[in-house]
């Protein structure tokens, strides 16, 4: 494979998902968060591919069935996303409104799909025709992609939910947030394993109904404010 290739396939993963992150800022117009901050959880959910493929790999010997794999591996990538973005972004002053660990943890998701794309590219590029790679990457485009944003952003919309409550309600609302996502990639992929071919699309189907339920709910998050107890003289 020449590098003319290994880039094309970068080209295809991460172009696609600087678009959906171009798409998701504009949910936080009004005060959006730092372009460094955003770059910096991008490249946290870059990098978190790198972290999550030995892992992975080490506990794919253990499992006895394919359905088994990819759940191991939902919980993996879920919860190595969320960490690197508590570890990268969530902690900082910059996230001060209920709406910004949304933008946060899509960002992460985006940069972790982006690499996942390109590898996934790589292989057809390496031996198939052009037609066959872009249908692959059509494919990623609409279903990982949007898989990956929609199981973060439920991790973030659970930290949204919590952004005024108690250390301890926060911790509990990030836990089952975790939990969601990891149900919905989970999903996602025995879906994908269990649905012909011919009928993958209709699959895709149910992560844009996701989204859509997600956008509703985010105007919810965006109302979110503190309450301020009233002093009576």
Known sequence: MDYVSIAAAFAGGILPALAWLWFWR????????PRRLIALAFAAGMIT????IPVQKFVAPFLMTTTAIFTAWSVIEEVFKYLMARITVLWRREDDEPIDPVIYMVAVALGFAAVENALFLLSPLAGSTFLQTLETGNLRFIGATLLHVLSSAAI???????????KAAKRMYAFFGVILA????????????NTPEEHLLRTFGFVWIG???LLAVLEYVKRIHPKVKKIFS
């Not at 591919?49 to 999550?52: H, Q």
């Not at 973030?156 to 108690?166: C, D, E, H, N, T």
């Open 26 to 33: 504009r949910e936080d117009a009004p005060h959006p968060e």
């Open 182 to 193: 990891i149900l919905l990639h989970s999903a996602f992929n025995f879906l994908i394993l």
């Open 156 to 166: 973030g919309v659970a930290l949204g939910l919590s952004f005024y409550k108690s």
């Open 211 to 213: 989204l859509i339920v």
């Open 49 to 52: 591919v790198a972290l999550v």
